[in-house]
């Protein structure tokens, strides 16, 4: 059973691997419906858990509220490939999902820094 639950990681990024490469090969993806999930998932996503984290600032304390603004700053996780190939209505879900997630995690370089930068200027850390 540990082997089993070893291997799930290393599954999932060659799952991951396989729908990029499927994804860039045939060319699925619309600029504009790219930069909008990306500006919606790591830019819009990101300021309104800032503004619930203000707006609540006396009920959360301390690395409580660190962690949940952290969580707010990640793109979509690994296994969202998974459970798209588990689920696939059409053979380019998993393809399509590969691709913006290889887009999200490029910008979440930049809005990831960008965000902690001026969530640590707020808490004046």
Same mark, same amino acid.
């Given at each position: 059973l540990q082997q089993i639950g070893d291997a799930s990681v290393p599954c999932s990024i060659i799952v991951l691997g396989t729908s990029l490469g499927k994804a860039i090969t045939q060319n699925y993806f619309d600029k504009k419906v790219i930069l909008s999930i990306c500006i919606g998932r790591l830019l819009i996503v990101p300021f309104i858990s800032l503004i619930i984290i203000y707006v !609540?600032?006396?009920q959360i304390y301390g690395t409580l509220k660190l962690v949940i603004f952290i969580e707010s700053l990640t793109p979509t996780a690994n296994s969202i490939? !998974?459970?798209?190939?588990?689920v696939q209505v059409d053979d380019r879900v998993s393809t399509v999902v590969g691709g913006l997630m290889f887009w999200e995690y490029i910008f979440s370089l930049f809005s990831i820094t960008m965000w902690l930068t001026i969530y640590l200027r707020l808490e004046g850390l």
């Open positions: !609540l600032r006396d490939i !998974l459970l798209c190939d588990s």
